[in-house]
Nanobody, 117 residues
Framework: QLQASGGGLVQAGGSLRLSCAAS????????MGWFRQAPGRERELVGT????????YYPDSVRGRFTVSRDKAKNSVYLQMTSLKSEDTAVYYC????????????WGQGTLVTVSS
């Protein structure tokens, strides 16, 4: 089970950190991801982290502004967002998948991030 939190209203240029707590399983062989979906748009990947090694990936749209991290002791993953823009407004979701699979099999509920300009 994944539980996302931390969304809210922030001004453009500001920062926000989202959290995702995982329960019910060990994550050593999983990839954790953050996605977002804005109204009328397709769901978009904004970052991933390989739980065991901490290796991250970001698409060009957020690289340099977003950072994914994890805390093994808390079984949690985080999305630190900086220099936020109005186009970052979306519902953000955390997800998990077995590292050898293509499909994201586990999803948390979304948390809304609204960036005001």
């Amino acid at each position: 089970q994944l539980q996302a939190s931390g969304g809210g209203l922030v001004q453009a240029g500001g920062s926000l950190r989202l959290s995702c707590a995982a329960s019910g399983r060990t994550l050593s062989n999983y990839v954790m991801g953050w996605f977002r979906q804005a109204p009328g748009r397709e769901r978009e990947l904004v970052g991933t982290i390989l739980w065991s090694a901490g290796v991250t990936y970001y698409p060009d749209s957020v690289r340099g502004r977003f950072t994914v991290s994890r805390d093994k002791a808390k079984n949690s993953v985080y999305l630190q967002m900086t220099s936020l823009k109005s186009e970052d407004t979306a519902v953000y979701y955390c997800a998990a998948k077995w590292r050898g699979e293509a499909q994201w099999g586990y999803w948390g509920q979304g948390t809304l991030v609204t960036v005001s300009s």
